[in-house]
């Protein structure tokens, strides 16, 4: 099988990366994606099988996708023709399905794989299914956004879609001793230098061995510690984009981590999206939105310290300023939690869409005019700060509509009190409605 030197019109002795060299020539070869490609998994059972169906492989940057697809050809005995979303047309599409129809008819089948499919706009997308569907190609699109939102859903049900994992620690160091065999020689790096440098790499398999042949070519026989090691390679950024799938997976991740009060956690995620780059007020937001929603009246604080944060943040600024972002995270992670008023503003909601246009009752409407006076507007309205209690037990929803209840208080934080107040409250409604039924009766 042929690599991607060959593949680009180069000689076989032609200098070589050294990720291009430790590229694995059969399945079992790849790293850190066991559970597709061992002998239950997805990909495992199609090689073995030799039937290959068209798939969409999801994961980070050089998790192997590139190499997992051209390997698969060759267990289907297919032949393998590979282009890039960014670079290609639709010119280039039309060569290659014409270039898999001849070979069809002369009974060889063809897997075309599409790196960075979701770049491709939807008409693009939609070109590809006749010939899916009629079996010309086989399809293999790699992407490393959420194919739910990148990939027409008309393509995406003829496709299988297949998460692949970051590399975790085991896969990197793997790749770390695979590159030191065949350069013949150990990393000059110490201990805490090497578990830097798979921090670095942040799970991306081609950028770590990217980063060995550097050191290989710059370090000479000097061991870095992780000081050093610093200052010889670019730290690599977090692989997160604002606008992309790794934005709502984080902000998801705090959101969960307050709710179920795990301070340490949430001042994590938070960490990750601030050093990635996310704009702080977009944080703070998001925390002013989980004052009210999640705690809500369990802890009226809340969302003082949430908009202190946003006050805060505004007068100082970066760096400074995201320490109030920092405690703001903590006080709303220890705090009691309730989303009764969330699901009270719901209710009533549904209630008032349901209800349409029903009055209020007459008694507290009030009465400028003489004709509304003899309509009963306003007529035995009790004023509450007249009654002993400062409650009167009134009803105020419509007479067509029976008492609704809509707020339903936790036992937990401020909302114990408040649940004392609104059971005294409502024995002095029903107080009420059997004296007026009383005097009714009379």
């Known amino acids: 099988m042929s690599n991607l030197f060959e593949t680009a019109g180069l000689e076989e002795e032609a200098p070589r990366p050294l990720a291009d060299r430790l590229r694995p020539k059969s399945l079992d070869e790849v790293v850190g994606q066991d559970h597709l490609l061992g002998p239950s998994g997805a990909l495992g059972r199609m090689a073995q099988l030799g039937r290959i169906t068209s798939l969409i492989l999801w994961g980070p940057p050089g998790t192997g996708k590139t190499t997992i697809a051209r390997l698969l050809a060759g267990h289907g005995d297919l032949a393998f023709e590979q282009i890039s979303a960014i670079f290609s047309g639709v010119a280039d599409l039309k060569k290659v399905f014409e270039a ?242 969330y699901m009270a503003e719901k209710a009533a909601k549904r209630s008032a869409k349901a209800t349409g246009s029903l009055m209020p009752p007459a008694h507290i409407l009030n009465a400028p005019t003489k004709m509304m006076k003899d309509l009963g507007y306003g007529d035995g309205y009790a004023y509450d700060h007249d009654v002993e209690g400062g409650i009167s037990g009134q009803n105020y929803f419509p007479d067509e509509l029976d008492r609704q209840g809509f707020y339903k208080p936790v036992a937990r934080g401020f909302e114990r009190d408040i649940q004392k107040r609104l059971d005294y409250f409502a024995r002095i409604r029903r107080e009420y409605a059997e004296k007026s039924a009383a005097r009714k009766a009379e």
């Not at 799938?245 to 959101?255: F, Q, R």
């Open 100 to 341: 898999a129809k001849a070979r069809r008819m002369s009974g060889r089948g063809t897997l075309l794989f599409v790196d960075e499919i979701h770049r491709f706009n939807r008409s693009q997308q939609d070109g590809f299914l006749p010939y899916v569907e009629n079996g010309t190609i086989i399809l293999i699109g790699a992407t490393t956004e959420n194919p739910s939102f990148e990939i027409n859903s008309a393509l995406l049900s003829r496709m299988q879609v297949l998460v692949l994992n970051r590399h975790d620690d085991a896969a990197l160091e793997e790749l770390m001793a695979r590159a030191e065999a065949e350069i013949g020689k150990a990393l000059p790096l110490a201990d805490d230098a090497r578990t830097a440098l798979k921090a670095m790499a942040d799970g991306d398999g081609r950028f770590l061995l990217n980063c060995v042949e550097t050191l290989y070519d710059l370090a000479g026989d000097e061991t870095l510690d992780a000081a050093a090691l610093a200052q010889l390679l670019q730290k690599r950024a977090p692989s997160y984009d604002k606008d992309r799938d790794g934005h709502y997976n984080l902000i998801s991740a705090l959101h969960k981590s307050l709710r179920g009060s795990d301070a340490d956690a949430a001042l994590y995620w938070t960490a990750r999206m601030l050093t990635a780059g996310e704009d702080p007020m977009y944080v703070i937001r998001r925390l002013v939105r989980f004052a009210s929603e999640d705690i809500g009246m369990a802890d009226p604080e809340a969302i003082h310290q949430a908009l202190a944060a946003k006050d805060t943040y505004e007068f100082l600024g970066s760096p400074e300023g995201e320490l109030q972002i920092a405690q703001a995270v903590i006080y709303l992670a220890t705090a009691p939690k309730s989303n009764a008023a």
